[in-house]
Structure formats: C-alpha cells, structure tokens
C-alpha cells in the first residue's frame, strides 16, 4: 500500500513504485540461482576462493552465448578485487604490498544464497504457495534483500519522531466528521468506493456510535528525495489506516540481516571483505552497530492487547478480518502467536463473507459475536480495496462490525482519513494547524511532498498543463490502497486528458521522488539478482483513545521495501519489491551536529 517514486531527471530513470504487501519477477540484473545442497562454512581463505571463481568462470566462459552454466549468470565483474583502503582502516601510505582480496558483491551473493534463503525460510519468512492444491502445507520464499539498505542516520530518527504526531493528526481528523465528511464528498461523488465507505460513517454516526474508542495501526511511508546538491530528506508517499502490512516481515528480515551481517561480515576472507567493502566500513562490528533495532513485534500485539483490555471483558477475543485465499498467512500469524504467547489473548481469523455467514450482534448492549465468543477488537487485514467487497454481504458484514461495540483497528472514520484526498488537502496552507499546534504542524509539513487536488474546485488547469508537459515529475493517484493502482510517465498525460473534469475529483497528483539509487542483492524464489534498487521507508506507530483522552500513542517499529530501478508499480505480495531492513550510516564528521548529510564512503551505488 504505497509508492517507490523515482524522477528522470538528474540521469536517473523514473522508477515511481506503488509498495503494498509482496511478490512478481524482477527483471534485469545479475540473477544467480539457489545450489540444491548448503554452502556450509563460507569463510575460507582467499586463495581457496579464488579457486572457486576460477572453476566458476571456466563453466561461465563455456556459456559465452549468454546462457546460464546451472542457474548461475556469469558476473559482469571480476569476483574479487583489492579491498579499499578506507575499508581496512588502513592510510594508503602504510598499505601492504600484497593487499588481501574483496569478493565482488555479485559473487557474495552467489557464495551466500543458500544460507540466506534457508535462514529466511526457516524463521517465518514465508507465503502460501501459488499452487499447493495437493498439498496445503505448501510455502514459498518471501521475497526478501540478502543485505541492508543504507539510508542516513539522522533521516531515520526524523521520521521515528514523526510517528506520534501522525497518530494525533489521524484520531483528531477522524473526530472532525465535517470537515471530513466536506473533503471527502467531491471524491465520494467521483469514486464508487470512497462513496460506501462515507455514506457508511454517515449511517453510523446517525445510529449512534456505540463505541468511541478507536485503535490505530498505521504506517507513515516514505522516500529518501536526493535530488543533486542537496541533504537527503524524507518525503512522505502516503499514510496508511488499514492493513498496515509486513511488519512481522520486517522483524525476521531485520534478523536475516543481523545473521548474515555477523555471521559471514565480520572475518578476513574474501566473502567477508566483500560484504565491508559493499557498505564501505572497517569491521563487522560497526556493520551491526548500523542495524537499529525493530520492535514491531512487541508493540504492535502489545496495542491490540491494550485495546482488549480496555474493552473488559474476560475471555473476549481479537478478531482478524482476512481476505479469502489470503497468501501473506505468515506476516499475519507472527501478530497472532506473539498476542497469545505474551500477552494471552485469543484470535480467530474470518473473510468477510464468513462474519456475514456467522457472526451475530446483540440489539441491545451492541457485543459482536462469533462462535459464542464475544469479540473484543476487530483487526482489519482486508476491507481496503473494492475487490474485498464482491457481494452485498461483504458489505452487510462490515456495516455490522462498525454497528458494534467491538474496537475497531481501524473504525471506518479511520480508515476514510487514509484516503488520498485527505492527504492532499491536509496540505493545504493552515490545514494543520486546525489539528494540532504550529509548532507540531511545520514538524510534519516539513516531510510533504508536492500534493494537488483536481476537479471542480480545486483551480486545477495550470497544474494538469505543467503534468502534462512533463509527465515524468509527477504521480496521478486514485483513492485505493494495495497497489498497481497509480499512473506514471506518459500515462500521467494519457490519462488527464481522458477524465473530465468531474471523475478527476477521484485522484490527486503527487510530486514525484527523487531517490538515488544503490546496488541492492534481491532474493525471490530461490534465486537472487544483484542490480540497481531503490526503497521505501515504512514507520508504523500504535494509538488508541475516545476522542478525549490517549491511552497509548507511540512509534512500533519500521519496514524497508526495495524495488529494482525501472519498475514503476507494485508491493511485496503484488510482487514487485523485496522486503529489506535498514544501515543506518553516520554523519560526516566534519559536518555541524545535527546534518543529515551522511558519511561519503565506497559502498556500491550507482549514480
């Protein structure tokens, strides 16, 4: 549910990415496939790796065609070239003569697959096989960076402090039902979807709202803006109320991280200083020191937990609304064993024909039940696309929830404050301030990118004339979550000119992002392509309150989504992107406390 964004200018290729949960075949790259049987201990001497390379590149010259020795593509570089300088720690004036060797990255990744792959599999980093009609016990590899994504240090904790303040702007926006309600109806009247889910609140609303206490899950997403000669900033894609996915994802790959780094970093071999001269530092241990830690885990049951208490009543259980055939099953169930095995909470999984099929209400006190249990809190892991709806009883089931006095994460209030033109009309000079004091709205105005709003009102000829003389800087964006919904490039233009003005009130347009981009090791399926990648920055935060007071508001952890260079749309499940975690790099020395400029060192990147 969100959007890697690259821009064309500054030599680099557009490559905007709608992210949302996982998956498709990444193109293009070095692509090295999975050995059938364990690599066992990697860190030999460099003379009996370059043994190994010179075996692999006899195979490899055979295949000069270009076809593939095994499942192995020839490396467009040597294996292994000097270690730097910088690197060792070491003044190029007292070097050795005979410098060791650094394995290139493409060959760590071939030398280091297995291991990664098996040390994913076996620590929840899974899916539901695409087809497991004979087995159902079947599971695939989650998509998954063998390797961290560096990002400035400085920028990361900028936009962990962001977190509560998106809590606090999300619940005061969802309790302001007119300006919501007036932001949202031009939208509503262009777009089908948006239209329910209002006139739903408003259905609501009118009953009686039985339960004022509403639990967030959200996730603020980002992209690093690079342009040229200038301080990395985040720039915020979008921010999501419902189905805020893969945070159990990023816990375990933020551990394969930790392993790999630790494990096959930290020694004097090849595939070691490979793996240092990548991330251009002098030890292993300043590797692990860069890998900030990631609670989402702990926070996110933690919240849920919360919320069940404070519903009172003993033995009431969480309920998880599901899409039918749900593949992403692991990210899911790693959130259901945490809040049974720290905090003992009960949860039951159901789509949302299921809940219509069985669930019922009590007329009078409001208390949803399902199975004779009653239900505490209603987690949404579906509802946010129009394709969750495929009959009117899907519908029915989610008017009843909200009709009921379980604690909705989220309530359907929260949920519409997620939409597209929410965010763009929260941009709006002095929309902040409405929410929140000044001080705290130029915290958050400060990581906005460019946001219009289109259709009738919103004075939108000049800025529809700029997009369509230069599609490549901007984002058309609809009101969907999930992924592949967004336009880019020439089809920016394409598709204002086909809208009239009237259906363009269901999109907005969004500067486009600027991010550099940097050699990344991508794993899928088994195998593994080193290319060009660039990422997006997940940070979620937990709230719960009744409108007067905050029970619990805090940061809950990151996610890191990489995508390679040249693909505008898609997410982890959708199948575009891996899932990676972040190093952190410190900042220059010689820059005043405070910079956001990061240390320039050798790692792999591309300009």
């Given amino acids: 549910m969100s959007s890697l964004q690259v821009s064309q200018q500054h030599g680099r290729k557009p490559a905007n990415v709608l992210l949302g949960n996982a998956g498709a075949s990444i193109a293009g790259g070095t692509k090295l496939g999975l050995d059938n049987s364990s690599r066992g201990h990697l860190d030999a001497t460099t003379a009996a790796a370059k043994e190994a390379f010179s075996q692999f590149e006899q195979h490899s010259q055979q295949n000069a065609s270009g076809a593939t020795f095994g499942s192995v593509m020839k490396p467009a570089s040597p294996a292994f070239r000097p270690a730097s300088p910088q690197a060792k720690g070491q003044d190029s004036a007292v070097m050795p003569v005979q410098a060791k060797t650094a394995a290139t990255i493409e060959f ?50 900028d936009a962990v402090a962001l977190s509560v303040l998106w809590n606090k702007l999300v619940d005061s926006v969802a309790r302001d039902l007119p300006w919501l309600y007036a932001t949202l109806e ?5 777009d089908p979807f948006t239209g329910r889910l209002l006139k739903m609140s408003k259905e609501i609303h009118a009953e009686g709202l039985r339960q004022s206490l509403m639990l967030g899950i959200h996730r603020s997403d980002y992209m690093l803006h690079e342009p040229s000669n200038c301080v990395p900033q985040f720039l915020q894609v979008e921010l999501n109320t419902i189905a805020s996915s893969m945070a159990s994802h990023s816990v375990n790959t933020g551990g394969l991280h930790r392993y790999m780094l630790g494990r096959y970093a930290s020694g004097d071999d090849a595939i070691a200083l490979g793996i240092r001269q990548h991330f251009g530092v002098a030890s292993g241990k300043e590797l692990l020191q860069g890998l900030p830690e990631n609670d989402a885990l702990q926070k996110i049951p933690a919240a849920m937990a919360w919320a069940n208490r404070a519903y009172s009543v003993p033995g009431s259980v969480v309920l998880f609304v599901v899409q039918e055939g749900e593949k992403n099953f692991a990210d899911q169930r790693w959130l259901e064993y945490a809040l049974w095995e720290q905090h003992g909470v009960s949860v039951i999984r159901r789509s949302l024909a299921e809940i219509h099929s069985e669930a019922w209400m009590d007329s009078s006190t409001g208390k949803l039940c399902l199975a004779d249990l009653e239900v505490s809190v209603v987690y949404f892991r579906a509802g946010y696309s129009p394709d969750d709806y495929s009959s009117e009883a899907d519908w029915e089931a989610r008017t009843l929830i909200e009709r009921s006095l379980a604690i909705k994460c989220p309530s359907v209030d929260y949920q519409l404050v997620g939409a597209k033109k929410v965010q763009q009309a929260l941009a709006h000079r002095g929309a902040l301030e409405k929410f929140m004091v000044q001080a705290e709205a130029a915290q958050l105005r400060r990581c906005f990118a460019g946001l219009w709003g289109l259709g009738p009102g919103e004075d939108d000829a ?38 009239s003005s009237d259906e363009r009130s269901a999109y907005i347009l969004m500067q486009r992002i600027l991010p550099k981009q940097q050699n990344s090791v991508m ?17 979620y935060s937990v709230y719960l309150g009744d409108g007067k007071r905050s029970f619990l508001s805090e940061h809950a952890g990151h996610l890191v989504r ?33 910079c956001e400029a990061p240390v320039i060192r050798s790692r792999s990147s591309t300009k």
Avoid: W
């Fill in 108 to 157: 760590v990744a071939k030398e280091l697959l297995t291991p990664a792959v098996q040390y994913a599999e076996l620590h929840g980093l899974l899916y539901e096989a695409k087809s497991c009609a004979q087995d159902k016990s079947m599971a695939s590899q989650c998509p998954v960076a063998m390797l961290p994504f560096p990002i400035p240090e400085q920028a990361f904790h």
């Fill in 186 to 190: 031009p939208a509503a009247q262009a």
């Fill in 462 to 499: 000049s800025i529809i004339e700029q997009a369509c003389k230069a599609p490549e800087a901007f984002v058309l964006k609809p009101q969907r979550e999930g992924g592949g919904n967004n336009f880019y490039g020439d089809q920016v233009a394409v598709k204002l000119q086909e809208l």
């Fill in 523 to 539: 794993t899928r399926a088994g195998t593994v392509h080193v290319m060009p990648g660039i990422s997006e920055f997940g940070f």
């Fill in 562 to 594: 990489t995508k390679a260079e040249g693909v505008d749309e898609g997410g982890v499940a959708a199948g575009y992107a891996v899932i990676s975690s972040p190093f952190l790099e410190k900042c220059s020395k010689d820059c005043a406390q405070g």
